[in-house]
């Protein structure tokens, strides 16, 4: 019967340590992040990106595409709080670099990510190399983490085709 006991209370123990000390978060200076709860992120009323400064300078079938909800923002600081049913997404706002040569699907692709080769207007062959800087808005963080399945081969995509 000690043994049960033992064991109950002792399992009891380590659930609530194991929850209790992982509830705790912090938020670096370079992030941002979103609190999903049962899987959905919280939302800042039925705001949309269509009707943010940057929906005013889309097009009407842009604004459909990337309608996406504002999610609310946790901004960096903390010990924040989340229960055992949230989960916490960071995501890094610092401007990144990443090689215009490297493609994220293949590696081996583009001579290693290191030269995109380029067909002139005269059908000639050459070799690019350069970088893309970009950073992920506050604003747009629903679309980056839920709407985007690669988000950064999205945004490649703009530049090479």
Same mark, same amino acid.
């Not at 919280?42 to 009407?60: C, H, I, Q, W």
């Given at each position: 019967?000690? %043994?049960?006991?033992?064991?109950?209370?002792?399992? &009891?123990?380590?659930?609530?340590?194991?929850?209790?000390?992982?509830?705790?978060?912090?938020?670096?200076?370079?992030?941002?992040?979103?609190?999903?709860?049962?899987?959905?992120?919280?939302?800042?009323?039925?705001?949309?990106?269509?009707?943010?400064?940057? &929906?005013?300078?889309?097009?009407?079938?842009?604004?459909?595409?990337?309608?996406?909800?504002? %999610?609310?923002?946790?901004?960096?600081?903390?010990?924040?709080?989340?229960?055992?049913?949230?989960?916490?997404?960071?995501?890094?706002?610092?401007?990144?670099?990443?090689?215009?040569?490297?493609?994220?699907?293949?590696?081996?692709? $583009?001579?290693?990510?290191?030269?995109?080769?380029?067909?002139?207007?005269?059908?000639?062959?050459?070799?690019?190399?350069?970088?893309?800087?970009?950073?992920?808005?506050?604003?747009?963080?629903?679309?980056?983490?839920?709407?985007?399945?690669?988000?950064?081969? $999205?945004?490649?995509?703009?530049?090479?085709?």
């Amino acid at each position: 019967m000690f %043994v049960v006991t033992g064991m109950l209370i002792g399992f &009891g123990a380590w659930f609530v340590i194991r929850y209790v000390l992982s509830a705790f978060y912090t938020v670096d200076q370079n992030e941002r992040a979103v609190k999903t709860i049962f899987g959905r992120a919280e939302r800042v009323g039925t705001s949309t990106t269509a009707n943010s400064p940057l &929906g005013e300078t889309l097009t009407d079938e842009n604004k459909q595409r990337y309608n996406y909800p504002q %999610v609310r923002v946790i901004q960096p600081g903390g010990p924040y709080f989340k229960w055992p049913w949230e989960r916490i997404y960071k995501v890094s706002i610092a401007t990144q670099t990443i090689n215009m040569a490297q493609d994220t699907e293949d590696p081996t692709a $583009h001579a290693s990510g290191t030269i995109l080769e380029a067909v002139t207007k005269d059908q000639l062959n050459t070799g690019l190399n350069g970088q893309i800087r970009y950073r992920v808005a506050e604003s747009n963080l629903y679309a980056y983490l839920f709407g985007v399945k690669r988000p950064i081969s $999205h945004v490649m995509g703009y530049f090479v085709s």
